[in-house]
Nanobody, 123 residues
Framework: VQLQASGGGLVQAGGSLRVSCVAS????????IGWFRQAPGKEREFVSA????????FYANSVKGRFTISRDNAKNMVYLQMNSLKPEDTAVYYC?????????????????WGQGTQVTVSS
């Protein structure tokens, strides 16, 4: 499975962005998809995940209530809608696929990774 993230950009604090992740090479219907982010000088951190059917989602406390994850298996797409963005949301955002059928937050449980898309939130 090859993943490609897109949709990042520069936005002012309080604004919104939607980042997308498209899979190619193989359907990702059987995978839990997660979003991670990495800010300069910091470790990669979990942001959100969605199970195969989309029936379960999970968010890091730092983004709960502001971010929404969704998926369209017919299009091999996963989206992360980010609202009320804050400067501390600035990071490279990565999508990843895990063969686990449940929500997983550990990066080590994700097998496939996209290349990342930069999100910059100005104050």
């Amino acid at each position: 499975v090859q993943l490609q993230a897109s949709g990042g950009g520069l936005v002012q604090a309080g604004g919104s962005l939607r980042v997308s992740c498209v899979a190619s090479g193989h359907s990702f219907r059987g995978y839990t998809i997660g979003w991670f982010r990495q800010a300069p000088g910091k470790e990669r951190e979990f942001v959100s995940a969605i199970t195969v059917s989309g029936g379960s989602t999970f968010y890091a406390n730092s983004v709960k209530g502001r971010f929404t994850i969704s998926r369209d298996n017919a299009k091999n797409m996963v989206y992360l809608q980010m609202n009320s963005l804050k400067p501390e949301d600035t990071a490279v955002y990565y999508c990843a696929a895990s063969s686990q059928s449940m929500i997983v937050t550990r990066s080590g449980l994700y097998t496939y990774w996209g290349q990342g898309t930069q999100v910059t939130v100005s104050s």
